[in-house]
């Protein structure tokens, strides 16, 4: 299969004050070595604060990573100009975990996904209306502002935005974790539509196991910044090899599943 | 009885209008008895909590229905009198622990605070260092602030201060949602040790249904303010009566293989602004009937459920 991204040897590290008003240096990342291929869903999971985040935005360049190398379809993007870089951004897009910050409060829904749509004024509000009604967001609603919505129909157009550009890989930054069972349910069956309609690659962030394992082909468990484990989904829950993936999903079966 | 509630309605005036945000409650939690109160967000689980405890937002009004705490009317009693209730027979921990407590005074002195016995201050110190040994914390919290601490350190003194008094009933609001899985894990464990040692019966609000399977003796299941299913936890999940509560079990990803689709309910959680009419799941049910868009259900037991449902026979609810 082939390889959409490569990330080699990735470090990141934030410096921080603490509550003395002193300086620290946080490693935020150590040793990243992952591969996404094209097609594929992989799963991330880690307590908060072990990095999952910053992954994401590592690798679609929203933050500069201090050591490694960022491969796109074989190409270095890692000390890429940003003007390239634009161009470039449409191929990957993230979706983020609060749809209540993420979504311009003064545009309407059709406004913020015609936004991104290459073209003219009339082919931007034809696709907008196609990528709206693909998500699900009844027509009579299309030019309403992002509070008029609820929870689960804002995530609908946050993930309609991402579509607008025509990405290959998108980032799923916990994107259900705000919703309730009965949405994050219609949510997660909206990712898996559309990734068999459009060939998505999703990097899918979540703290819930019980999602990765529905979601993800693989699955890597990241702890303190260093993914302690990476495998195939079945693979990895039968037989973790980590002794903190195995806690993990130890605690998972006696309490948090029936 | 530990807790009793009948009839209760509360409703809250907002700048249009009032809407009753909880109707015709009606459950009881028995001596030692761990009871979940499960439902999706903006149910009235919190609301249902913040009425036991009579910390009800000032444009809330309780207008039917009493509230009984070890067969104590609190319903009708003055804010002094509550004030010896709350935290001395009933305790609440909350979901942020870190927004519970304040920040410019170390926990001993917070906890302190906590205790209603009249005993010298030296008997209060010890107190605490056997209540904080109780929830595995060092004897140096004492002297910490709060910011010292980490989340579930903070959880762990918020329980160490709802125990304090020895209470009778425990109501506990989503005290692990904003915690990691691991941390979480300690903190249900440290509340189930403490529930025993001490026979204190709890209402645990929660939105995840398989916590509250694993963590308590019954659910009551909750839907746009009213109670549709109260059953023992084993038989939710085997024979759930509720068209709700079978299609939220359903909602769980685990239950399905990689690539299927999850069988999710249709619709939004309805706001309580504007609830649909007669039965409030209705608009979402793939069973409804024509009696359930006219009239609600009222509650009917089958076997050891008691269910609101047109299903089981077409008892309408009188008001």
Not at chain 2, 169 to 187: G, R
Not at chain 2, 226 to 244: G, M, N
């Amino acid at each position: 299969m082939e390889k959409l991204w490569k990330i080699i040897d990735l470090e990141k590290s934030f410096v921080i004050k603490d509550k003395y008003g002193m300086t620290k240096k946080i490693d935020a990342l150590k040793n990243i070595n992952i591969d996404i291929e094209k097609g594929e869903t992989l799963g991330i999971i880690g307590e908060s604060g072990s990095g999952k985040t910053t992954l994401g935005k590592i690798i679609i360049k929203l933050i500069e990573p201090d050591k490694g190398k960022i491969i796109f379809k074989n190409t270095d993007i890692t000390n890429i100009k940003e003007k390239n870089l634009r161009s470039l951004r449409k191929k990957f897009q993230i979706i983020f975990q609060n749809p209540y910050r993420s979504l311009n409060p003064r545009m309407s829904a059709l406004e913020i996904v015609m936004e991104g749509v290459a073209g003219n004024k009339k082919e931007k509000i034809e696709k907008g209306k196609y990528l709206l009604d693909l998500v699900g967001i009844k027509n009579e609603k299309f030019s309403n502002f992002p509070s008029q919505f609820s929870g689960g129909e804002r995530q609908r157009i946050s993930i309609a935005r991402a579509l607008s550009t025509e990405p290959e890989f998108i980032i799923c930054d916990e994107p259900t974790s705000n919703l309730d069972l009965s949405i994050q349910a219609q949510i997660l069956n909206l990712f898996i539509d559309l990734k068999e309609k459009f060939n998505l690659t999703y990097l899918f962030i979540s703290h819930d196991l019980k999602v990765i394992k529905f979601i993800s082909d693989r699955i890597a468990v990241m702890y303190k910044g260093e993914i302690v484990e990476i495998g195939q989904t079945e693979k990895i829950i039968e037989n973790p090899q980590n002794p903190y993936v195995k806690t993990l999903f130890d605690i998972e079966k006696q309490q948090f599943s029936i | 009885m530990v807790l009793e509630i009948k009839n209760l309605v509360v409703s809250l005036d907002t700048f249009y209008k009032r809407i009753e945000i909880l109707k015709n409650l009606d459950f009881s939690i028995g001596k030692n008895e761990v009871v979940s109160l499960v439902g999706e967000s903006g149910c009235g689980k919190t609301f249902t909590a913040l009425s036991i405890m009579k910390l009800l937002p000032k444009n809330a009004t309780i207008e039917k229905g009493e509230i009984f705490i070890e067969g104590e009317n609190i319903t009708e009693k003055s804010e002094k009198d509550i004030a010896k209730i709350r935290g001395n027979k009933v305790s609440m921990i909350f979901q942020e622990p870190s927004s519970y407590l304040n920040p410019v005074f170390t926990i001993g002195n917070q906890m302190t605070e906590c205790i209603k016995e009249k005993i010298s201050k030296k008997e209060k110190e010890e107190k605490i260092f056997k209540v904080l040994k109780e929830v595995n914390l060092s004897e140096d919290v004492f002297f910490q602030y709060p910011h010292q601490l980490s989340g579930g350190m903070q959880q762990r003194v918020m329980i160490g201060m709802a125990i304090i008094n020895s209470p009778s009933l425990l109501i506990a609001d989503e005290p692990t949602t904003a915690l990691d899985v691991t941390t979480a894990f300690h903190i249900i464990n440290l509340l189930k040790k403490l529930i025993k040692t001490h026979n204190i019966s709890v209402l645990f609000i929660t939105h995840d249904i398989c916590l509250a399977i694993n963590f308590s003796d019954k659910i009551y299941v909750m839907y746009a303010g009213k109670i549709v299913e109260k059953a023992p936890s084993k038989k939710i999940i085997s024979c759930p009566l509720h068209p709700y509560t079978e299609k939220l079990i359903l909602c769980l990803p685990e239950k399905y293989k990689k690539g299927e689709r999850i069988k999710a309910i249709p619709g939004n959680v309805p706001d309580f602004s504007s609830l649909p009419s007669g039965c409030a799941f209705h608009p979402r049910c793939p069973y409804k009937k024509q009696i359930c868009k006219n009239f609600s259900p009222a509650e009917v037991k089958i076997g050891e459920n008691y269910v609101r449902c047109f299903k089981y026979g077409e008892i309408v609810e009188n008001n």
